[in-house]
């Protein structure tokens, strides 16, 4: 059974760069079946898509994101990251990280993790 | 972008009782590729329902999803207590994906 495992510091200073890894097991991140996905939601709002990657490292971000966005593949530990650079207090989040279809449906999803943005 | 708009934001229902979720896109999903996710508190979302109305595997039958164009509907025929829950839909059929604010089931 596919799972997947956030982790990263759950604290994070204003101006400064988030930084999670995806941990995947019991499947191939290198699968040609898959990207690989970063969703975040900020307490008490709606869900927002920040990026996927393809184990070839072809990625894909959502405009509202892109410029601060890194998304990067380690096929040989099965990892995927997210970075997140000059974050604000409006980037307060769980983090989830998850599979992503052929048809860019996500499933599963990890369990997310919180990052505080706060000095 | 395609904005999802649920409602309503808080559905106030006793067990045995039917639920019906809205959800609305601010322009056509392409193909039908609208999802439904079930989230508890502390918990990653899970999967429900995929291309508007087909059942994600393992999930019981009184989940049923409908609709196609610009309006979906999630029903639960028969609240269970385990179903109560946030539920948000999520448009998968154009970049950037999106997702709705939810709606939150709560027991009455």
């Known amino acids: 059974q596919l799972q997947l495992q956030e982790s990263g510091p759950g604290l994070v200073k204003p101006s400064e760069t988030l930084s999670l890894t995806c941990t995947v097991s019991?499947?191939?991140?290198?699968?040609?079946?898959?990207?690989w996905g970063w969703i975040r939601q900020p307490p008490g709002k709606e869900l927002e898509w920040i990026g996927s990657i393809y184990y070839s490292g072809s990625t894909s971000c959502n405009p509202s994101l892109k410029s601060r966005v890194t998304i990067s593949v380690d096929t040989s530990k099965n990892q995927f990251s997210l970075k997140l650079n000059s974050v604000t207090a409006a980037d307060t989040a769980v983090y989830y990280c998850?599979?992503?279809?052929?048809?860019?449906?996500?499933?599963?999803w990890g369990q997310g993790t919180l990052v505080t943005v706060s000095s | 972008e395609i904005m999802l708009t649920q409602s309503p934001g808080t559905l106030s229902l006793s067990p045995g009782e039917r639920a019906t979720l809205s959800c609305r896109a601010s322009?056509?999903?392409?193909?039908?590729?609208l999802a439904w996710y079930q989230q508890k508190p502390g918990q990653a979302p899970r999967l429900l329902i995929y291309g508007a109305s087909s059942r994600a595997t393992g999930i019981p039958d009184r989940f049923s999803g409908s609709g196609s164009g610009t309006d979906f509907t999630l029903t639960i025929s028969g609240l269970e207590p385990e179903d109560f829950a946030a539920y948000y839909c999520?448009?998968?059929?154009?970049?950037?994906?999106?997702f709705g604010q939810g709606t939150r089931v709560e027991i009455k």
């Open positions: 322009q056509s999903v392409s193909s039908s590729y």
């Open positions: 019991g499947g191939s991140i290198s699968s040609s079946s898959y990207y």
């Open positions: 998850a599979r992503q279809l052929w048809s860019n449906l996500f499933d599963p």
């Open positions: 999520h448009q998968y059929g154009s970049s950037p994906w999106t």
